[in-house]
């Protein structure tokens, strides 16, 4: 870090070629404008990309039904007492 | 603003309306491509969506979107391919003379473009917002999660490689 800084500093002391670099770049990218728009309304896209969004379920949920399938295969005569309870 | 941090979709849709504009324009700043930027646009606004029980009304709702907007931009430079980027389009522009500064030749126009594309994308970012878009160091700092020295010193790096690859093509001041 502390010998990127020197050579910052460095840099600055050969300016014109360093301005020549920077003239050099905004001349093969030039300002966005200030006055720039889409071309076409966004909203259904944000729209479409909110429906397509996945229902997420949490891990805690798949440990729970995991381990109710375990206690089944474990203990079968439990259903029935489970599903009682339900 | 409140209904927005309890998801209301009403009150999304207005902030939608009211800031797609700034985004869209923030957005096409890093990648140079309107249609690109419309598609990135709508990404942003879905993040922002899906973000919105952090959003903190007294920090401003439009420098939290340009952060979101920033980092949608960031991530699609870095997994785009360096060489996929100069397209028909923007060749025939740079060689056209479109650029701001006539005095620069068209074959170098297009040379720079090309070399800029094969900076990391990190550096690009920090690059083309402050020396092409001018904007404060300040500015891109708060928006990239980093210090002013930082934002200095990828500028400084970008200046650097971009112009040890134009003069390895042999264009020198």
Redo the contacts between chains.
């Keep these: ?1 502390t010998e ?2 020197r ?2 500093n460095h ?1 600055s002391e050969r300016m ?3 301005e ?13 404008a ?1 006055d ?5 309304d ?2 259904p ?2 729209l ?3 429906d397509r ?1 996945p229902v997420r379920v949490p891990w805690f949920d798949w440990a729970l039904a995991g381990g109710l399938v375990a206690l089944a295969a474990a203990f079968p005569t439990a259903i029935p007492v489970f599903l009682y309870y339900l | 603003m409140d209904r927005f941090r309890h998801g209301d979709a009403d009150a999304f ?1 207005a902030l ?2 009211e800031q ?2 700034t985004v ?2 923030w957005i ?2 890093i990648v ?1 491509d ?1 249609g690109t ?3 990135l ?3 942003a ?2 993040r922002i ?2 973000a919105h029980a952090r959003f903190d009304a007294a920090r401003g709702f439009e420098p939290w979107a340009r952060r979101i907007a920033t980092h949608v931009a960031l991530d699609w430079l870095r997994a785009r391919k360096p060489e996929s980027e100069m397209t028909p389009e923007l060749e025939a522009k ?1 060689t056209a003379g ?4 006539p ?2 030749q068209a074959e ?3 040379k ?2 090309e070399a ?1 594309t094969r900076l990391p994308p990190k550096l690009r970012v920090a ?2 917002l402050a ?4 904007q404060p160091h300040r500015v891109v700092a708060e928006l990239l999660g980093i210090t002013v ?1 930082a934002v ?2 990828r500028v ?2 970008a ?2 490689l ?2 040890k690859d ?1 003069e390895q093509q042999g ?1 020198r ?1």
Excluded: C, H
């Excluded at chain 1, 720039?36 to 076409?40: D, I, M, T």
């Excluded at chain 2, 479109?98 to 500064?101: D, F, I, K, R």
């Design positions: 870090m990127m800084k050579n910052l840099e014109p070629e360093s020549w670099i920077k003239d050099v770049l905004k001349a093969a990218m030039p300002r966005i200030e720039a728009e889409p071309s076409r966004l909203w896209d944000v479409r990309r909110m969004e | 849709e939608f309306r797609q504009a869209f324009r096409l700043r140079r309107a930027a419309e598609d646009t709508a990404e606004f879905w969506y899906r740079l479109v650029a701001s500064n005095g620069v170098i126009r297009v720079t473009a800029f690059a083309v020396v092409v878009e001018e020295t200095k010193l400084f790096r200046l650097r971009l112009r134009l264009i001041p």
